[in-house]
Nanobody
Framework: VQLQAFGGGLVQAGGSLRLSCAAS????????MGWFRQAPGKEREFVSG????????LYTDSVKGRFTISRDNAEKIVTLQMTSLKPEDTAVYYC??????????????????WGQGTEVTVSS
């Protein structure tokens, strides 16, 4: 599976962005999908994930109520709708495919395939 993340950019605090991750290759619908982010000088952290079916989603506490993850298995795309953005959301965002038997987990090592990252900058 090859992943291409896009949709990042510069936005003012309180604004919104929609990140997308397009997949190519077989078996996309077998994998859970996750979004991770890495801010300068910090470790990569889990942001959100969605199970293979889309029935289960997971969010880190800091984005609950602001971010929404969804997927379209027919189109092989997963999106992360981000609203009420804060300067602390500034990071490079990565999408990843994997999970544990298609179930979403918040651990990076459980994800097999990674996209190249898209940069999000939130100005105050």
């Amino acid at each position: 599976v090859q992943l291409q993340a896009f949709g990042g950019g510069l936005v003012q605090a309180g604004g919104s962005l929609r990140l997308s991750c397009a997949a190519s290759g077989p078996s996309f619908s077998s994998y859970a999908m996750g979004w991770f982010r890495q801010a300068p000088g910090k470790e990569r952290e889990f942001v959100s994930g969605i199970s293979w079916s889309g029935r289960t989603t997971l969010y880190t506490d800091s984005v609950k109520g602001r971010f929404t993850i969804s997927r379209d298995n027919a189109e092989k795309i997963v999106t992360l709708q981000m609203t009420s953005l804060k300067p602390e959301d500034t990071a490079v965002y990565y999408c990843a495919a994997g999970g544990r038997f298609g179930q979403v987990v918040d651990v990076a090592r459980e994800y097999i395939y990674w996209g190249q990252g898209t940069e999000v900058t939130v100005s105050s």
